[in-house]
């Protein structure tokens, strides 16, 4: 009987986790996906073409930026992101929005803002989230063939949405079109919240907690617990602060950094619009920037 | 019943692996949305319901309820949309085409897995069971004016976390020293202690239980034994410092221990 007890304790404990991370992200991915409805309907392709500039270089530096419009965390910027892409977004600025707009947007700065005070903290994550982003929006815009990293976005068979339907008429398509998208990109999401909340029963975090001083092992333990832990980027700030004082800068700037760009669940929704390669891409080079960025902070400053 | 009728005569023409074709566990555009309207109506209620019973809070920090009231209100009206939408004949079949790999049975499942999962399973807030794998937490979380605030309460105001945080943010404290705490929490005999000690402990967390960090004080009783792991206690009692591994905690040398209840909100907010 105390197996069974135990079981039924591990049992409620992933189901506790499990709600827990549910119920904080569906509020945020349902705003992605109205994001996403919204554009569809009220954005045509023009105006989208005359805000990011064609070549390279401009794309991913507007579209590090453009999550200053759109704020939205790393759940509700996948659907937002091929919506744009759909609508014509280049495969740098799209990419570059994707990793940057979750960190880089005015609710993001104020949380940081608010757990660390405007100093280099908040500046540094700043400026790291837009650097990473840029290079790895670049470095997706070198591939020949876009296709080959992304999952084929099925072309609409009608025309633009009609300019002369009414409003409320195109209000109505818009929401039609989120709740399909939050079926669509929930179920990445929801299995994406089962892996994370078996981990967090099953895997003790202690040792995660353990490793604070080394300027490498501490880097690679703080994203590690961020990849687990899975939480909204609006609120990680708060979480990251627990670890001043133990943790090594580097590493506290890294969980900041990183998180946003990949956790379980953000992986697993790439998997929606990218094909395995683009995915693969997607995790492994925010990790390696993040990783060398954050150790060199950490042998070079005394922070 | 045109739209329904034309998405029939596409899905006939199709390779019998396309997901829509019927034979791959599909339903009809129409009975799809009927039950897509079920499931955001099921979510809407399900998050509205935690809030009316109060144990919206054994999932997320309070300062989520009203984003968590609108999303359930979004969730209803979302429902009601595509109710209705299901009765216009001029169905947008161009819209719905690009989302044809989503109408399946297994979709509707997956999203309603939350609502299915709460319902099945009985429901309760963290309790030390979790703490074998996210530990016992000796830096409290602190926010930039936090520790100030728990230092000017009285000293049998303060709960766990002020006294955890008081301790991080003091670097002498021997000062608390001698003062009377009086503090409700659940019970954990860790490992680390000696048999006449038990830890009052709480889980504090930020945004969600995916971030909770159990935080405890120690309290010296002779009937340690008698308190059963994740019972809730209020503890009344001297405080001096001790040390877990090698950092400062605070102590209690208890007076007195009453069993209490589980209170509506377990949790501490940093």
Redesign the interface.
């Known amino acids: 009987m105390e197996i069974f007890s135990r079981l039924f304790d591990q049992l409620s404990t992933f189901t506790t986790i499990f709600l827990g991370v549910f119920i904080e992200a569906a509020p945020f991915l349902l705003l992605g996906t109205l994001a996403s409805g919204f554009v569809e309907v009220f954005f045509d392709k023009d105006s989208l073409a005359r805000i990011i500039p064609r070549n390279r270089v401009g794309g991913a530096i507007v579209g590090s930026l453009l999550g200053l419009f759109f704020p939205v965390c790393e759940c509700g910027v996948v659907p937002l992101t091929r919506r744009l892409m759909k609508k014509g977004m280049p495969l740098s600025a799209g990419v570059t929005f994707l990793m940057a707009a979750p960190a880089f947007n005015p609710i993001v700065i104020a949380s940081t803002a608010a757990a660390f005070g405007v100093g280099r903290v908040l500046f540094l994550r700043m400026l790291l989230t837009a650097i990473i982003a840029i290079i790895t929006g670049l470095i997706f815009s070198m591939q020949k063939n876009p296709q080959e990293l992304l999952l084929p976005i099925e072309m609409d068979i009608h025309q633009e949405p009609q300019i002369v339907a009414p409003l409320m008429e195109r209000v109505r398509q818009a929401l039609i079109i989120a709740s399909d998208e939050f079926f669509e990109m929930g179920r990445y999401m929801i299995f994406g919240i089962v892996i994370a909340a078996g981990m967090q029963t099953l895997v003790p975090q202690t040792w995660m907690l353990s490793v604070a001083s080394g300027p490498v092992i501490s880097v690679l333990a703080l994203m590690a617990l961020a990849i687990v832990l899975s939480i909204c980027s609006t609120v990680d700030a708060f979480i990251a602060l627990s670890f001043v004082g133990t943790f090594t800068t580097g590493s506290i700037l890294a969980f900041l950094v990183f998180g946003p760009m990949v956790d379980i669940k953000s992986a697993i929704m790439f998997m929606g619009v990218f094909r395995k390669r683009g995915v693969t891409y997607l995790v492994l080079l925010p990790f390696v920037l993040t990783v060398l960025a954050t150790v060199f902070i950490n042998l070079n400053t005394s922070w | 019943m045109n739209g329904v009728k034309g998405m029939k005569g596409m899905i006939s023409s199709l390779h019998p692996l396309h997901p829509l074709h019927p034979l791959q566990n599909n339903m009809s555009l129409r009975s799809y949305r009927s039950f897509?309207a079920l499931?955001?109506a099921a979510?809407g209620i399900f998050?509205l319901e935690?809030i009316w019973s109060g144990t919206?809070f054994?999932?997320?920090n309070q300062r989520?309820l009203i984003?968590?009231f609108?999303?359930g209100i979004?969730?209803l009206?979302?429902a009601q949309?595509?109710l209705?939408?299901r009765q216009k004949k001029d169905e947008?079949a161009?819209?719905?085409?690009?989302?044809k790999?989503?109408y399946s049975r297994w979709?509707?499942v997956?999203?309603a897995?939350?609502v299915i999962?709460?319902v099945i399973?009985?429901?309760?807030?963290?309790?030390t069971?979790?703490i074998?794998?996210?530990?016992m937490?000796t830096?409290?979380?602190?926010?930039?004016n936090g520790a100030a605030t728990s230092l000017e309460l009285a000293s049998t105001d303060r709960t766990v976390l002020d006294w955890i945080r008081a301790y991080?943010y003091e670097s002498d404290v021997t000062k608390f020293d001698g003062q009377k705490a009086n503090v409700i929490g659940f019970v954990y005999h860790d490992s680390r202690l000696a048999k006449d000690e038990f830890l009052v402990g709480r889980f504090a967390l930020?945004?969600?239980?995916?971030?909770a960090?159990a935080i405890g004080m120690i309290v010296k009783s002779e009937k340690s034994a008698s308190f059963a792991d994740n019972s809730w206690v209020r503890v009344a009692g001297t405080v001096s410092a001790a040390e877990i591994d090698g950092k400062k905690i605070p102590s209690i040398t208890a007076e007195e221990i009453d069993k209490v209840s589980e209170p509506e909100q377990p949790y501490l907010y940093?």
């Open positions: 897509q499931v955001l979510i998050l935690k919206l054994w999932y997320i989520y984003l968590i609108a999303t979004g969730f009206a979302l949309t595509i209705a939408s947008h161009d819209h719905d085409h690009h989302h790999q989503t979709n509707l997956i999203i897995l939350p999962l709460g399973i009985p429901q309760r807030p963290l309790g069971a979790a074998a794998n996210k530990g937490n830096n409290a979380p602190l926010t930039v991080n930020n945004c969600c239980v995916a971030d960090t940093p």
